[in-house]
């Protein structure tokens, strides 16, 4: 069964450092998510992502944040000075868009940030 | 700002019994409901969905039932087997929200025990 991939599984970063986070979606899936869970906390929407731009977007997702489809494959989320507020299980999701369809949004197993 | 809600952090039942996983919800413009299972060190896995326009939904051992006058979805599981123990998110979202992908809103989880 096809399934979302998230690598690295555990990133530890010093504040203020530029970290990337990736995730190969499910091949045929066209719209992907990033979504956070700080640790004793709810999952929380942070971006949705469809036809190379972003089409939803939380309150979480500030300046800080950036994501992109740099080839056919991946899905980035980019934090570009990291806080210690920013140490979360970073979920990456995708589903595939059909018209007047529920679909379902897939997960990876995430990246643990980690911020010192 | 609690949009889903899943009051029981904890459930034990007995392996053959029913689960009953309760999720409660404010927010009226949500129409696509879903529940997700979760084990540690891994990604939320796709359970079950429901749209507004039904009350009821069945996949096997897992039904999820839908009252939209209470605001109120539950998922049955039965009978409960030693895998089902897992933490169960309930979520939700826009299915319609003029073309843009909505992200989910997730409840803060019932860690269901399934004893022997």
Known sequence: EPEVTQTPSHQVTQMGQEVILRCVPISNHLYFYWYRQILGQKVEFLVSFYNNEISEKSEIFDDQFSVERPDGSNFTLKIRSTKLEDSAMYFCASSRALSGSNQPQHFGDGTRLSIL | ?116
């Open chain 2, 1 to 116: 700002d609690q949009q889903v809600k899943q009051n029981s952090p904890s459930l034990s039942v007995q392996e053959g019994r029913i689960s009953i996983l309760n999720c409660d919800y404010t927010n009226s413009m949500f129409d696509y409901f879903l529940w997700y299972k979760k084990y540690p060190a891994e990604g939320p896995t796709f359970l079950i969905s429901i749209s507004s326009i039904k009350d009821k939904n069945e996949d096997g051992r897992f039904t999820v039932f839908l009252n939209k006058s209470a605001k109120h979805l539950s998922l049955h599981i039965v009978p409960s087997q030693p895998g089902d123990s897992a933490v169960y998110f309930c979520a939700a979202s826009r299915m319609y929200s003029g073309g843009g992908a909505d992200g989910l809103t997730f409840g803060k989880g019932t860690h269901l025990i399934i004893q022997p």
